[in-house]
């Protein structure tokens, strides 16, 4: 079955995305002598977009190419940004730079090291897998220096959480998917309940809802469920179990990253950054481990207390489940980490 909102909208493209292609094109002027007037990549799942050139400008051992980011529907600080990219010569392999507008990392707990750019895994990974190809394409060594800047970047970053973060001057580059997958909030938690509705009418007795594709693949195959016991929760837990609550399936398991889990067993139910934040004194109480009221993250929290705080967040994220939204239900948590681990669970 596909699970989607109610209201078909259109998709849009990550930073990512729009970097990489930039790369694309900045490379094929570098090392093949002319800019393409619109370059298509391969994003991680296969899908194959094309890119219009923004601007495309060169000279004595570099060359620089720019994407204007397509959000689609969604409500995204970063639709229209110009994504920038100069590329020239490295002394070795792909080393990545922070343009004006770009950010760099100054706090531990997030999957890019302190003084890195604000690059984030995904987007490396596809750009460094671009000079790779166009290297071999063209006989060039793939050593290659890629600076990304954003006009305006550092502007767009008091929008975002990324002071908050200590992600400083700029943007973050983003995207695991490449794609900009839009929702409007009513929706979205329209087609949970749609969910919900077609579970009950096709007798199943165990659902789950999970705050990302890792959480999802991981919870699906962990229970053997089909698709349709997999409801698109995402950041509208409360969307999700308050109907349930009103709708009853027997069995409900609710899983997550450590993040979003910590939020949900410290009572919110809207699981979005701009809505709700983890309360890292009440985290820290939770394992009896001070250090951890000082943390930047929860990624860091956790490798600060290591395992015992995964499974302390599922059993607390259990208790607001079963207090709360409990009745006829029957609920597990499970927490999982980026690369797709279980690191907690509670209640199975």
Not at 174 to 187: E, I, K
Not at 262 to 277: E, I, N, P
Request: aromatic letters at 4%.
């Amino acid at each position: 079955m596909t699970r989607k909102p109610l209201k078909e909208l259109r998709r849009g493209w990550t930073t990512g995305a729009c970097a990489t292609a930039a790369t694309k094109a900045a490379l094929m002027r570098l090392w093949g002598c002319r800019f393409p007037a619109d370059v298509g990549i391969v994003l991680p799942k296969g899908e194959t977009p094309v890119f219009p050139l923004a601007l495309a400008e060169a000279g004595a051992g570099w060359a620089r190419a720019g994407i204007t980011k397509d959000a689609g529907d969604d409500p995204d600080v970063t639709h229209g940004a110009l994504i920038v990219v100069t590329v020239s010569a490295s002394v070795g392999g792909v080393v990545f730079k922070a343009g004006a507008g770009v950010g760099t990392v100054t706090k531990a707990g997030l999957p890019i090291g302190v003084g890195e750019p604000a690059i984030n895994p995904v987007p490396r990974q596809m750009m460094q897998g671009v000079v790779a190809d166009m290297a071999a394409r063209y006989a060039q060594r793939p050593d290659v220096v890629i600076e990304i800047s954003v006009p305006g970047g550092r502007e767009l970053a008091q929008k975002t959480w990324n002071p908050r973060l200590g992600i400083v001057d700029g943007l973050s580059i983003l995207g695991t998917t490449g794609v900009v997958r839009p929702f409007s909030c009513a929706a979205w938690i329209a087609s949970i309940h749609r969910g919900i509705d077609v579970a009950r009418a096709t007798g199943l007795t165990h659902v789950a809802g999970c705050t990302g594709a890792t959480s999802e693949r991981v919870v699906q195959t962990l229970y053997d469920l089909p698709d349709h016991a997999m409801l698109d929760m995402g950041d509208f837990s409360g969307g999700m179990l308050k109907y349930l609550a009103k709708h009853p399936v027997p069995r409900v398991t609710v899983g997550g990253g450590i993040g979003k889990m910590a939020k949900l067993a410290q009572g919110a139910v809207d699981l979005h950054s701009a809505r709700s934040q983890v309360d890292f004194a009440a985290l820290a109480a939770l394992v009896d481990r001070p250090e951890i009221a000082g943390a930047n993250t929860a990624l860091e929290a956790l490798t600060m207390a290591g395992p015992m705080l995964g499974d302390a967040v599922a059993l607390a994220a259990l208790h607001q489940l079963q207090g709360r939204f409990g009745g006829q239900m029957t609920f597990d948590t499970v927490v999982i980490d980026r690369a797709g681990a279980i690191i907690g669970r509670a209640g199975r």
